[in-house]
Each structure stands twice: as structure tokens, then as C-alpha cells.
T-cell receptor, first 115, second 111 residues
């Protein structure tokens, strides 16, 4: 497809289980971002990948959160031992290059509910 | 205290009104200033971005940045019901990947 694709679109999981969220960026985009958005709030930065550079992981809230990216393609965000406060929309975005004023394109998000 | 504070709203205006949306920030290193529009259950889409201080106009939308006051605004002229959405301001330092977002203002334009 032409846009950023995320899966699953909705996920309900039990507290304590692990979840994996997937992001397919726009083809050719070297930069990829993960953000979290809680209900009624703004976006909270999680992690940023740019080409072959070391990712900026400064936004990951705890060691239960991790993310990987295969080359300049698919990324997976993993949340281990989920907690109720992890319930949120997880948004992935990509851009042609990182930094500067490049337009960032968001996917529609993965809606995670931890029960 | 948050780095970016956005007027919380919600805002409800009649069709045709002029809308003003505002954010303040504390990080003087921010150089890129963006406004995103987010419809319900959708990802944000970029409306406008401005580098450093000044004004930028695009159709019915005008973005203003006053770095001396650490204050940015988005004006919508002749508002339409299709403008009803949540508007998010965001800011970024030069060569940084991370953007810092406000909490959003929900706008409803009534026909």
C-alpha cells in the first residue's frame, strides 16, 4: 500500500502477556518512529530509527518495551508482561529522512487494551 | 511541567468562524513547529510546519511562531464542519528525530 501500515489494528490482551505490534513504513523511507497516545492525550515519543544509525530509545518507558527494525523496512514493537497502564494507541510513522523538516506520515495505529 | 502546553479546549464554533489554537513551550532549542490534525480513530496528519519564527499561510490556515515568547498559533479562517477534529501542536529540535506534542485541542464546527 501507499501509506504506513500497522497490525494488528486492535488487540485485547490479558495482563502479564507479551504483545508484538508491527509497522510497515512507506517504501523508501529511511526514518521510522513509534509513539504512544493515551486516551485524550497527545503523542508520547517512544523510539526513532534512522537508517543504519543507532536508534534513539530515550522514550521507551521501561525495560518491558523494546523495538527492532529490519534494515529500512518492517519494525516490531514488543511489550513484555503487559500492564493495564500500557493500554493506548501505538502509532508508527515514517519519513524520507530523519530530522530537519521532513513530513512524517503516520499509520492508523494499533489499539491495545490490557484487561 | 510539560515542555509543550496546549490550550485544552474543547472548542465549539459556528461555521464560518475564525478559530485560534495555541501552544506554549519551554525548550528554546525547538526550531521546527508543526500542526497536525487528527480525526477520530485515525493517525495524525501534518497540516503545516514552520521553521523558526514567522508566519506561514496555506489556504484557510495560518501558522504563527513567536520564538521570543515561546508561543505558537494556528488560525483557521471560514471554518467548516469538515474541520472538526483534534488539533495537535508539535515541536522538534534541528536534526532530532523526536517530536514533542501537545495534548491536543478538540474542535467542533457546527453547521
Amino acid at each position: 500500500g501507499a501509506g504506513v501500515s500497522q497490525s494488528p489494528s486492535n488487540k485485547v490482551t490479558e495482563k502479564g502477556k507479551d504483545v508484538e505490534l508491527r509497522c510497515d513504513p512507506i517504501s523508501g523511507h529511511t526514518a521510522l518512529y513509534w509513539y504512544r497516545q493515551r486516551l485524550g492525550q497527545g503523542l508520547e515519543f517512544l523510539i526513532y530509527f534512522q537508517g543504519n544509525s543507532a536508534p534513539d530509545k530515550s522514550g521507551l518507558p521501561s525495560d518491558r518495551f523494546s523495538a527492532e527494525r529490519t534494515g529500512e523496512s518492517v519494525s516490531t514493537l514488543t511489550i513484555q508482561r503487559t500492564q493495564q497502564e500500557d493500554s493506548a494507541v501505538y502509532l508508527c510513522a515514517s519519513s524520507p529522512q530523519g530530522g530537519s523538516g521532513n513530513t512524517i506520515y503516520f499509520g492508523e495505529g494499533s489499539w491495545l487494551t490490557v484487561v | 511541567q510539560k515542555e509543550v502546553e496546549q490550550d485544552p479546549g474543547p472548542l465549539s464554533v459556528p461555521e464560518g468562524a475564525i478559530v485560534s489554537l495555541n501552544c506554549t513551550y519551554s525548550n528554546s532549542a525547538f526550531q521546527y513547529f508543526m500542526w497536525y490534525r487528527q480525526y477520530s480513530r485515525k493517525g495524525p496528519e501534518l497540516l503545516m510546519y514552520t521553521y523558526s519564527s514567522g508566519n506561514k499561510e496555506d489556504g484557510r490556515f495560518t501558522a504563527q511562531v513567536d520564538k521570543s515568547s515561546k508561543y505558537i498559533s494556528l488560525f483557521i479562517r471560514d471554518s467548516q464542519p469538515s474541520d472538526s477534529a483534534t488539533y495537535l501542536c508539535a515541536m522538534r529540535e534541528t536534526n532530532a528525530g523526536k517530536s514533542t506534542f501537545g495534548d491536543g485541542t478538540t474542535l467542533t464546527v457546527k453547521p
